[in-house]
């Protein structure tokens, strides 16, 4: 069946890096779009960001521009976030899902997911 299992959560320091993977199996990931997203305690999920099967095409949510990167290995059936500059507001447990069809809409809700893995946990703190 289909699965996605994060990892590469953590405790950091802010301004620190860490690279999360969602690792998937029980599909091939070539022809799905993948993204990512977070909840904090008492807030909503929110996307992060999304990759389109080629990688071609990628969309970030505005307040990890420019600090959060996302990749994939086709090949190893995996996804990546590298997430460097982390702030206390970026704690949250960080999830992938597997998107409907094969691209990354500009509002990425989770509604146009339809598996999900079991989430990571990231805390930014001193």
């Known amino acids: 069946q289909v699965q996605l299992v994060e990892s590469g959560g953590g405790l950091v320091q802010p301004g620190g890096s860490l690279r999360l993977s969602c690792a998937a199996s029980?599909?091939?990931?070539?022809?799905?779009?993948v993204g990512w997203f977070r909840q904090a305690p008492g807030k909503e999920r929110e996307g992060v960001s999304c990759?389109?099967?080629?990688?071609?095409?990628?969309y970030y949510l505005d307040s990890v521009k420019g600090r959060f990167t996302i990749s994939r290995d086709n090949a190893k059936k995996t996804v990546y976030l590298q997430m460097n500059s982390l702030k206390p507001e970026d704690t949250a447990v960080y999830y992938c899902?597997?998107?409907?069809?094969?691209?990354?809409?500009?509002?990425?809700?989770?509604?146009?997911?339809?598996?999900w893995g079991q989430g990571t946990q990231v805390t930014v703190s001193s």
């Open positions: 899902a597997r998107r409907r069809s094969d691209y990354c809409s500009s509002s990425n809700s989770p509604a146009g997911y339809n598996y």
């Open positions: 029980g599909f091939s990931l070539d022809y799905y779009s």
């Open positions: 990759i389109t099967s080629s990688g071609d095409s990628t």
